[in-house]
């Protein structure tokens, strides 16, 4: 019985030393890939936010433009602009560079015949009233004879939008830290 109790004991630490051995390059293995899947899901991160800020960028100010002509970025503009407080894509000058005020107005307003582009664009030195800050009293047809970016909220629009988009990049980090975690690991194992 000492003899079968011996040899089953013997088998068993076989059989543990040999599991030790194939289970120690399986999690090097393991580790390695999972390491390898961390850097390219980070990397990942980093140039598709990067890809989307550019887009975002050209897309805003493609936006401005269709102002007068496209009601869904007129509601947008409006109701981004009043809730994030803020204007334009980059500063609230942005409106004063794109026809954003539909020329049919031009009738009715003499005045503002002078905005008439050569290319027949209506652009005038003013800002939505979406743009207004809350203490300020805006007209966009008086505020373009006497244009003051400081009657309209100064951050642009894309840094709203930007700020949000670098919460998800920053999430990055924490990759890069369960990948720290995953090496350290994979060192202490082997020791």
């Excluded at 401005?64 to 500063?91: A, I, K, P, T, V």
């Excluded at 005045?111 to 939505?128: A, D, R, V």
């Amino acid at each position: 019985m000492g003899s079968i109790t011996l040899t089953y004991k013997i088998k068993r630490s076989a059989m543990a030393s040999i599991t030790n051995e194939i289970q120690f390059p399986l999690y090097l293995i393991i580790s390695a890939t999972e390491i390898f899947l961390l850097v390219f899901y980070c990397n990942s991160i980093y140039y598709t936010l990067q890809t989307v800020s550019k887009e975002l960028n050209a897309t805003l100010n493609d936006g401005l433009g269709r102002y007068y002509s496209n009601s869904e970025w007129q509601h947008f503009w409006d109701n981004f602009q009043q809730r994030y407080y803020c204007c334009g894509n980059m500063e609230n000058t942005d409106w004063f560079q794109v026809a954003w005020v539909s020329p049919i107005i031009i009738p009715s307003f003499p005045s503002l015949k002078k905005y008439t582009q050569e290319n027949g664009k209506f652009i005038m030195p003013s800002s939505p009233v979406s743009c207004c800050l809350p203490e300020n009293t805006c007209n966009i047809f008086t505020d373009c004879e006497q244009p003051d970016p400081a009657k309209y909220y100064k951050l642009g629009c894309y840094f709203v939008i930007l700020k949000k988009f670098n919460y998800l990049g920053s999430s990055r980090f924490i990759c890069y830290a369960v990948i720290i975690i995953q090496i350290t690991s994979s060192i202490i194992k082997t020791i």
